[in-house]
């Protein structure tokens, strides 16, 4: 009877701590999408998701968050704002996310992540108002 009992506990230990283990390996981070494994095609897609869920306090109003659209419309009276209060830098670290996470990731605007980068980042060189809608040649 001690034999059964004691084999019954060292299972029942085993089964736990397994349950453990794939219950850990499951784990997504929503605010640290970085971190994820990105395994599979459809993970990367998710982290490249959450990615853009992030939000700052300096970046306030429309430009706040960049969207699976890859759309942002600035114009030229709004680019000094833009630019100097946060909702570049903002807008750089969402996009490094997003192409740490999934390098091949497209916008709906059939723009990749470095088309959109590199509009953001000479619009503020320059100070002049962009837009991303952009239309890739078929």
Same mark, same amino acid.
């Given at each position: 009877?001690?034999?059964?009992?004691? !084999?019954?506990?060292?299972?029942?230990?085993?089964?736990?701590?397994?349950?453990?283990? %794939? &219950?850990?390996? +499951?784990? *997504?981070?929503?605010?640290?999408?970085?971190?994820?494994?990105?395994?599979?095609?459809?993970?990367?897609?998710?982290?490249?998701?959450?990615?853009?869920?992030?939000?700052? !306090?300096?970046?306030?109003?429309?430009?706040?968050?960049?969207?699976?659209?890859?759309? %942002? &419309?600035?114009? +030229?009276? *709004?680019?000094?704002?833009?630019?100097?209060?946060?909702?570049?830098?903002?807008?750089?670290?969402?996009?490094?996310?997003?192409?740490?996470?999934?390098?091949?990731?497209?916008?709906?605007?059939?723009?990749?992540?470095?088309?959109?980068?590199?509009?953001?980042?000479?619009?503020?060189? +320059?100070?002049?108002?962009?837009?991303?809608?952009?239309?890739?040649?078929?």
């Amino acid at each position: 009877m001690k034999i059964v009992r004691t !084999s019954f506990h060292i299972c029942f230990s085993l089964g736990i701590f397994f349950l453990m283990l %794939l &219950n850990h390996a +499951n784990a *997504e981070y929503r605010n640290y999408p970085t971190m994820n494994d990105n395994l599979s095609p459809f993970e990367g897609w998710r982290s490249a998701y959450f990615c853009m869920l992030n939000h700052s !306090s300096a970046c306030t109003g429309q430009y706040t968050k960049l969207s699976l659209a890859g759309y %942002l &419309n600035v114009s +030229n009276t *709004e680019i000094n704002n833009f630019c100097q209060k946060g909702c570049y830098d903002h807008t750089l670290l969402v996009l490094k996310c997003i192409q740490d996470v999934k390098r091949d990731f497209i916008f709906a605007t059939k723009a990749n992540v470095s088309v959109v980068k590199n509009m953001t980042v000479k619009a503020c060189a +320059n100070l002049q108002g962009f837009s991303t809608n952009y239309t890739a040649n078929a």
